[in-house]
Every structure is written in C-alpha cells, then in structure tokens.
C-alpha cells in the first residue's frame, strides 16, 4: 500500500515537471530571438495588412545592419491580436525564414506565453494531485501575474 502512494507521487511530480519542461522549451524557441541570441536580422516592421492569424509588412533593418539581398522585402509577424496596419514595432527576423518575431520587453513576455500556461496547469497536479496545496497556490499565483504581465505589454 505505501509503496503505491509513493510510486503515484513520482508519477505526478514527473508530470508536473514534464508540463513545466515543455513550457519552458516552446517559451525558449521565440525567446531567444526576442533577446537577440537567434542570429537573425534585426529592425522595425511596420504593419501593412493584418489577417486572421497573422500580419504582413516592410521589414527594414536598423541603421547599423548591413543591408543584403538576403532580407525579404515582406515579412509576417504571427501573432495578430490587437495589431492594426500603420504600427511600427521592434523585430528580428528567424533566419532563413520571413517570420518576424517581436524583440524588447513585450517580445519577451509574449513568447512567455506558453511557460505561464504550463504554470497554471502544473499548480493543478502539483495542488491536487501531489497535495501539496500552498506550493500549487504559488505556482499558479506566478502563472497568473506572468499572464497578466503578458497582457499588459501586449
């Protein structure tokens, strides 16, 4: 019987941490251009026609870059909530591709998004499946403020 108990709880607290990885690694892949560390090309984007699921416009490359042909002369930002055409913002480039990704502070919280979500998720099992229910409060408290972090920089 107690051997059981314990084999549950590993089995949690792996999914807890498994929920916590994923979030973490799907956060770290926008990330990390948001922070400047993709290699990608860097600059503003101004916004000339946003869809559904996504926006298009001019990509042009702060003063320093050295211009090439191997920047698009059209670029996407994928996340297209609350954005209208005529708005400037910091971007860089995925390299290779003609995906934009927001740089700066609010580029940083939006690729947060998915490492807040795990967050809210993770306190369930950590709360009610593992019963430890400030822990639980505490993560899910975090996952809360990064979220409303997140929509105030949106």
């Known amino acids: 019987m107690r051997a059981g108990r314990w084999l549950l709880r590993g089995v949690l607290a792996a999914v807890a941490l498994l929920i916590l990885a994923s979030g973490v690694w799907t956060s770290w892949d926008t990330m990390r251009h948001a922070l400047g560390g993709g290699g990608g ?35 996407v930002l994928a996340q297209s909530v609350g954005r209208s055409a005529g708005e400037t ?24 998004l998915p490492f807040a979500g795990a967050l809210m998720l993770a306190s369930l099992v950590v709360g009610g499946g593992l019963r430890m229910a ?3 409060w505490a993560i899910g408290i975090s996952g809360i403020i990064l979220l409303g972090g997140i929509f105030l920089t949106w």
Do not use: K
């Open 134 to 136: 400030r822990t639980g």
């Open 89 to 112: 913002m910091s971007v860089a480039l995925r390299p290779g591709t003609v995906e934009a990704v927001r740089t700066g502070g609010p580029g940083v919280m939006e690729a947060a």
């Open 41 to 75: 090309e860097r600059g503003t984007l101004t916004l000339q026609e946003c869809g559904r699921d996504a926006c298009a416009g001019s990509f042009e490359p702060f003063s320093g870059a050295p211009t090439g042909d191997d920047i698009p002369p059209s670029v």
